[in-house]
């Protein structure tokens, strides 16, 4: 008896603090996007842990698809566009409509405000993700100008990779009042108003082989909210970059530890906004990518083939010496495999191979590592580019409510700002 009225007391309270949060508008929005992540990657992730993902938690779920202004399946430039701005763009396009008129994002519009803005993201910061939400150029390529624009835009905070795009900005930016932060000692230590960190040279490393003075995407959440968190009030976009680098090179270790980090980059967000009720978390995707199939014979896959691995497939296949003599030993101790003939065979047959995409550093050889993994854990992936599917919406805070049922990737930033409280309206009128 007592069991059953403790039951619904905790259902009372549950649902009381959901009509509270519905009641109000939030003053903070913390807007973490997975790029690349899909509902068969959040799937296999979620059964490598064995428990429940930080964002599954969350009470409001829907579904959003994803297509640009001129094509089924979008790159990132336009649905971060999308994402960021309410408007659809052609591929390729960053903040700017498809007859290249600028469009208000509403990072832009939360600054003008007057709340502390901020990015986070574990590829180049001007990378097409983040630069949707802070820049407006013809073309996602445009990394420099993507970067100086960034600088004028002046953000509270920006922490990822592009040295090589930054370096050159560090004296503007010193002059513009940011502390420039280089490693992950030198951020924690950071308390200034603007801080700019970029710690690597192009994209940061995967988190499973990322070291020490590197800093996760979870360290860098936490300071960023730290760093905006004040009486005004913040906007944070928050971008796992990497889960899709790896899913195109269909390599299912990078794709699933970085999705780790990034849902761990989520319960922080989720931990400081159940702290309090005035902070909305929107969780969501901008496409899929490499078109991941659990299962690719029988009824059945193998998630325990992805358990034992040290490193991502290009980082082990580094430490195989030259004349790959080595190469049993080596991914033994790194992958837990003995190696059948057949598979020693596949590899040696590429071992001078040239590197076949921009992702995958060890070529072929790491290529057919990939099809050895994928096939020990009896997963396919029907693609090495995005795919058109729908991606889930998670939503925990104030207007939260607003993010079930099945909507448009456009329609996200129009519910973010409907529960925003910032009073003037016009970025998205009704």
Do not use: C
Not at 188 to 209: A, E, P, R
Not at 390 to 403: I, L, N, S
Request: glycine share 6%.
């Amino acid at each position: 008896m007592f069991n059953f009225f403790k039951k619904y007391v905790v259902l009372f309270v549950l649902l009381l603090t959901i009509f509270t949060l519905s009641a109000q508008e939030a003053k903070n929005v913390i807007y973490l996007i997975g790029d690349g992540m899909s509902i068969s990657t959040i799937t296999l992730s979620r059964i490598m842990k064995e428990a429940s993902l930080s964002f599954d938690d969350f009470p409001f779920v829907g579904f959003a698809s994803t297509h640009s202004a001129d094509a089924n399946i979008t790159d990132s430039a336009a649905a971060g566009t999308a994402l960021a701005t309410g408007f659809k763009t052609k591929n390729g396009m960053i903040g700017v409509t498809p007859d290249n008129k600028a469009r208000k994002t509403i990072l832009e519009a939360a600054k003008e405000a007057g709340k502390k803005v901020g990015i986070v993201t574990t590829t180049t910061i001007s990378h097409a993700t983040p630069a949707s939400f802070t820049s407006h150029v013809s073309s996602r390529s445009k990394e420099q100008d993507i970067a100086k624009q960034q600088l004028e835009l002046k953000p509270n905070v920006m922490l990822g990779g592009g040295l090589r795009f930054f370096e050159s900005l560090f004296d503007d930016a010193k002059s513009a009042g940011y502390d420039v932060v280089l490693n992950s000692e030198e951020l924690i230590k950071s308390s200034n108003d603007y801080v700019l960190g970029v710690f690597t040279s192009s994209h940061m490393n995967y988190d499973i082989d990322r070291e020490a003075s590197e800093p996760s995407i979870a360290l860098m959440v936490r300071k960023a909210i730290d760093l905006l968190n004040n009486d005004k009030g913040f906007f944070l976009i928050v971008e796992g970059g990497r889960i899709d680098h790896a899913a195109h090179s269909n390599d299912p270790i990078g794709t699933i530890y970085d999705l780790f980090a990034f849902e761990k980059a989520v319960k922080e967000a989720y931990d400081f906004a159940r702290r309090r009720k005035d902070t909305l978390v929107v969780v969501t995707s901008d496409h899929e990518t490499g078109g991941l199939v659990l299962g690719r014979k029988g009824y059945s896959f193998n998630p325990e083939a992805l358990k034992n691995f040290t490193n991502t497939p290009d980082i082990i296949v580094s430490k195989i010496n030259k004349e790959f003599s080595d190469l049993k030993e080596v991914i033994k101790t790194h992958t837990g495999y003995d190696l059948e003939d057949d598979d020693v065979k596949r590899m040696l047959k590429h071992k001078d191979s040239p590197r076949p995409s921009r992702y995958s550093a060890g070529g072929l050889a790491t290529s057919s590592l990939l099809w050895i993994i994928n096939n020990k854990a009896n997963i396919a992936w029907t693609t090495n580019d995005h795919a058109g599917g729908m991606v889930p919406v998670y939503a925990f805070g104030p207007g939260a409510e607003k993010f079930t049922g099945t909507m448009d990737n456009t329609d996200i930033p129009k519910r973010i700002f409907s529960s925003f409280d910032i009073k003037n309206k016009v970025l998205f009128p009704e």
